[in-house]
């Protein structure tokens, strides 16, 4: 190895070591099991709660465009978490069966609300899509129904993202 190639390849390690040991130290996971107090204690307070039939659903948006989602039982014990903000999920809205509160309960608040006229209004969740920053516009009638929905990639995400 070249005394050039030397210093090269230590920093380099260097930044892989740095990089592996800030991911561990900023892990703030928690795992099925943990009560809500665990993880009031490492996330802090949440951006959304619901009551569930049975329990409680927390979310959090640890950046834009994500939003996790833990669910707790009744006796508080985390249940399930996922990461809703993604296609997959947002795919599953079912025109005509979805109302306003199964939109807020399932994925929080949206970025952007909008009068649509007397028709109801216009809902806009951002999300990323294998990297690329794209947002889903969620049409409700005035009774707060679902009638449509639309993907599109987001005009603005270089501001919105940085």
């Known amino acids: 190895m070249s005394s050039i190639q030397r210093p090269v390849v230590g920093a380099a390690a260097v930044l892989v070591l740095c990089a592996l040991l800030s991911g561990c130290a900023t892990s703030s996971d928690v795992s099925p099991g943990a009560t809500v107090d665990d993880v009031l204690a490492r996330w802090g307070a949440p951006w959304a709660t619901y009551q569930l039939p049975v329990g409680q659903r927390l979310l959090y948006r640890p ?4 939003v996790q989602s833990l669910d707790f039982d009744a006796s508080g014990r985390l249940v399930a978490r996922e990461q809703v903000l993604a296609r997959q999920k947002l795919e599953g809205i079912t025109v005509g069966q979805w109302r306003a509160a199964d939109l807020q309960q399932t994925f ?3 970025a952007r609300r909008a009068a649509d006229g007397e028709k109801g209004s ?3 969740y951002f999300f990323q899509e294998y990297g690329v920053h794209r947002l889903v516009r969620i049409h409700l009638d005035a009774a707060g129904v679902v009638v449509r929905t ?4 987001d005009p603005a995400a270089d501001q919105r993202y940085r």
């Open 108 to 110: 929080g608040p949206p």
């Open 63 to 66: 950046q834009a465009g994500q």
């Open 122 to 124: 216009v809902w806009t």
């Open 150 to 153: 639309e993907f599109a990639d």
